[in-house]
Structure formats: structure tokens, C-alpha cells
């Protein structure tokens, strides 16, 4: 029998069938695929060495809710101080360029060497600048934590190139395609005239929670910080930081794009947040590798709880101000025992509907928040997600298992995203956080873990269309390679 190939014009019946086929049986195809690799995930849930092994070969989309110097490993940094032969105090390990005068305690790093005794130091400062051999006896565990950034503040401003560099190049490795990093706050001269003038103000507004008078002062210390062309400072942070080490590392490729937020310090006078926090809005509405603004630093410390409400609102303002640009927030990074039962009501909602924040970060104490089921559905209708961030939170805060709040995000339908926060610091990736998501949470499924990834792309604050269809559309070609191999790779019984 001879068949011949006819062709035929598109609106030809026949044709039009063929075609109707075509996509009915590769859909079912990808069906089969998908449910072939679900099948093997609930298999080895239960065994976290099968997990890691299925996760690290995962496509994981982006990590969103990433700090630049928390996430580059503390051997890195020691390697740069070490190589440029800064001065180390032999009792605190306190870095510096250069020797302050008349103290007997620092020695160069080079002599130290001489000494014999440069790895003791090189250990002692890898588990202070991370939680390394943290033993859960001699130091708080969130005190542990945030008392690594300054310590290693020294090495981490100078040698951000290299630190971006190795930050991607794990990033390739893991197979994950996007970062959207906190890189930085930007400074400017002080406004020590404007904070004796405006701080106590503000402290007034504090005590009296007046929204009207509270935007009408922000607005008139915004007037005074016009007058003093601040804006020049937004300026030079995205041209000489952002730009120039964005473009000279070659940060983009076609396996891999980053971007960048800037922000606020929470635990600064009222003036100076509020200083910081309009840079970071003017900067991100001017610089399209600038995707969005956050706010920093412990959520427990002292300032940053007692002006919490007043960050809101300053929030309120800059949104007015720069409608285009996206921020989101770490917001309920709490739990009981932490900080008194009745502040655990009330900062999420604060940061959605006060803010007006498009993400939340961390959104740990959920379930004490007052009226969580209307809150969660807000977010859910709105598209609001959270930023969850699993072993950032088992270790900072002692949350984890059935006491995180991540299936009572998912049961709420509130738009997930699975981040690793400051792996540098933490000692992680963010392949770890999937292999805790599916190994504790057996509620989450294929679907639902290929969902949280794609939200990473389309919760992203990426600014350029083109650049996220790229990133969607890598996506689809690397989880239809990644289901072809877990499908075709012989599975052992477990």
C-alpha cells in the first residue's frame, strides 16, 4: 500500500484534526509524565537522601527572598581577608584594614600564618560568621544569627563582585534561574538638623496613631529632604553599584538572571528610615535591574517593635509617591516567647493593608495574627504571596514542622514561594528547603511544588516582560527535561 503526503491548507478539516490529535495526545503524554514523577516523590518522601538527590536536579525557578552578603559562604570572605592580610583582634576576632592605634590585640593575618596559628583563627571565625557548630547552649540562636552581618561587614562591602559571582555560579548548579537579592541600603550624608527636629514628632504620632497627621509630616520632612538633593545619592548607588558590578560580572545569560532589591534599616531613628526608605523607592523606580525595596534588620529589636506602625505608614507614603514600585517586607518574622502575645496580632495585616506590600517575607506568626482567615483571603484575592523560608525559621525562631504556618498558607490558597534566606549564614541552599517542604509536609504534591516554583518566576518583581517570559518559558523546557529523566532513569525499589 503507497500513502501519500498530501498537504493540505490549515482550515482543511483533515488537517485541522490532525493537528486537534497532535495536542490531545501530547497532553496526555505530559499527563503520564507528571504523574509518573509524583508517584516516585511520594515514594521517597521518607528518605531525605532520595529527596535531595530528586531536588538537586529540579528546576527551582528563582529564590526571592535572598540576602546578597548572608548568602555568600563565610570560607569566601575569610579567604579574602586572609589573602589581603587585614589586621584581626586576637581575643573579639574583630576584622580591619587597618591597625587601630595603641591596642596590643590585633595582629596581621600574614603573622598569624608565621605563627602557626592561622587555621585555629580561620575556624573560630567560620562559626562566628555563621552558625557552624552552633550548639544551642552559649548564645541565643537569633542572637547567633544576626550578630554574624556586622562581623563580616568588612569583607562582604569589598568584595561583592566575587561574592555575586560565586552566588550565581551555585545558583547554575542547583538549577535555579532567577535571583531577586538584597543587596544593599543606600547611604547618604547624615540629617542630624532634620532627626532632632522631626524624631520627637514622630514620637508624638507614635502615641497618637493619627494617619492624617502622621502623612502630613512625612510630607513635610520629605520637602526638607528635597532641599538637600538627597536624591543624588539614589543615583550613584544604581549607577556605581548596581550597574557597573551588574554589567562588568556579566550577571546575565541565557542560564541565568539577576536582580536586585535595595532598603530600609528598621532599627534606625525615625528620620533616618524614613531617608533610606525614600532612596530605595527612588532608585527602584528609575533603574530597571532595581526590581523593588524591603525593610531590614530584627523585627523583635526594640526600635524596630516600638515603630513598626510608623514604618507602615512610611511605606503608605513612599507607594503614593512611586506608584510603579513593588516592595514587599519582612513581616511576622515572630512567635510566642519572642516578643509579648498581643504584637503578634497585628504586624502582617499592618504590612497588607496599611503598606499596601505586594510580598510578605517570612509571615511566621499567621495564626496569632486577629482575623487571620480574612487576612489570608485578602492576600489570596489580591495575589499577595509569602515568602516562606523554612530553616531560616527553624533555626532563628525554633518554628518548624506542624508549628510553621506554610499548610495554613496553602490551605488558604495564598500564593507560596519557597526561599532560603541567607544560605552563606544558615549553612543551606535552597534545594534543602524543598527536601523540607516535601519530608515534613506531605500535603504539598508534585503539582503543588512545581506551582511554588512557577510562582517564583510570576510573583517575582522582575520588570521587563520579556525577560520573565524567558524565564517561564526555561522553565517549561527544564521540567519537561527533568520529568524525562526521573522517568527514564531505572528506579530502585525502595
Known amino acids: 500500500m503507497v ?12 488537517q485541522l484534526m490532525k493537528k486537534y490529535f497532535t495536542v490531545f495526545f501530547a497532553f496526555i503524554l505530559f499527563q503520564a509524565q507528571a504523574q509518573s514523577v509524583s508517584n516516585y516523590l511520594e515514594k521517597i518522601r521518607n528518605n531525605p537522601s532520595k529527596l535531595t538527590a530528586f531536588f538537586s ?5 528563582g529564590d526571592l527572598h535572598h540576602h546578597y552578603s548572608g548568602s555568600v559562604y563565610a570560607e569566601s570572605f575569610i579567604d579574602y581577608i ?27 593575618l600574614g603573622s598569624l600564618k608565621k605563627e602557626g596559628q592561622l587555621d585555629d583563627y580561620k575556624f573560630r571565625l567560620l562559626k562566628k560568621w555563621s552558625v557552624k557548630d552552633y550548639n544551642n547552649v552559649s548564645i541565643p540562636s537569633d542572637k547567633q544569627f544576626f550578630e554574624t552581618f556586622p562581623s563580616f561587614d568588612v569583607a562582604s562591602e569589598k568584595n561583592i ?14 538549577h535555579v534561574s532567577y535571583i531577586e537579592t538584597m543587596l544593599g541600603s543606600i547611604k547618604c550624608a547624615p540629617i542630624n538638623d532634620l532627626s532632632l527636629q522631626f524624631d520627637p514628632k514622630f514620637h508624638t504620632v507614635l502615641q497618637q496613631k493619627d494617619e492624617q497627621y502622621c502623612q502630613a509630616l512625612l510630607d513635610t520632612l520629605y520637602g526638607k529632604l528635597m532641599e538637600k538633593n538627597i536624591f543624588s545619592c539614589a543615583d550613584n548607588f544604581s549607577e556605581n553599584t548596581i550597574n557597573k558590578l551588574h554589567h562588568a560580572m556579566h550577571l546575565d545569560d541565557d542560564s541565568f538572571i539577576m536582580r536586585y532589591q535595595t532598603y530600609t534599616v528598621r532599627t534606625l531613628e525615625a528620620s533616618e528610615v524614613f531617608k533610606r526608605l525614600l532612596l530605595a523607592f527612588d532608585a527602584a523606580s528609575k533603574n530597571p535591574l532595581i526590581v523593588g525595596v524591603n525593610i531590614l534588620s530584627p523585627e523583635n529589636n526594640e526600635v524596630a517593635m516600638r515603630d513598626y506602625w510608623l514604618h507602615m505608614q512610611m511605606f503608605r507614603y513612599c507607594h503614593k509617591k512611586y506608584p510603579s514600585v513593588k516592595y514587599t517586607m519582612h513581616a511576622g518574622e515572630l512567635t510566642l516567647g519572642l516578643v509579648k502575645p498581643e504584637e503578634l496580632t497585628w504586624h502582617i495585616s499592618s504590612a497588607v493593608y496599611d503598606a499596601g506590600a505586594s510580598r510578605i517575607g517570612h509571615g511566621v506568626d499567621i495564626p496569632y495574627e486577629a482575623n487571620s482567615y480574612a487576612l489570608m483571603n485578602y492576600m489570596k484575592e489580591k495575589g499577595i504571596a509569602v515568602e516562606i523560608n523554612l530553616f531560616s525559621n527553624e533555626f532563628i525562631l525554633k518554628v518548624k514542622g506542624d508549628r510553621h504556618p506554610v499548610t495554613l498558607y496553602k490551605e488558604f490558597n495564598v500564593p507560596i514561594v519557597i526561599s532560603s534566606d541567607d544560605a552563606g549564614v544558615l549553612r543551606t541552599n535552597l534545594t534543602e ?3 523540607l517542604l516535601a519530608s515534613r509536609y506531605p500535603e504539598f504534591t508534585y503539582n503543588d511544588i512545581k506551582k511554588i516554583i512557577y510562582n517564583s518566576i510570576n510573583y517575582s518583581f522582575i520588570k521587563e516582560p520579556a525577560v520573565k517570559t524567558k524565564l517561564l518559558a526555561k522553565l517549561d523546557r527544564d521540567f519537561t527535561a527533568f520529568e524525562k529523566l526521573i522517568i527514564n532513569t531505572p528506579q530502585k525499589k525502595n
Open 3 to 14: 500513502c501519500l503526503d498530501i498537504d493540505l491548507p490549515d482550515n482543511n478539516p483533515i
Open 57 to 61: 536536579q529540579m528546576p527551582k525557578g
Open 82 to 108: 586572609v589573602k589581603n592580610n587585614y589586621f584581626i583582634n586576637r581575643e573579639t576576632l574583630a576584622i580591619a584594614e587597618k591597625k587601630p592605634a595603641e591596642d596590643k590585640e590585633w595582629s596581621k
Open 161 to 174: 563582585d566575587s561574592g555575586l559571582l560565586e552566588i550565581k555560579n551555585r545558583a547554575v548548579k542547583e
Open 433 to 435: 528547603q524543598y527536601v
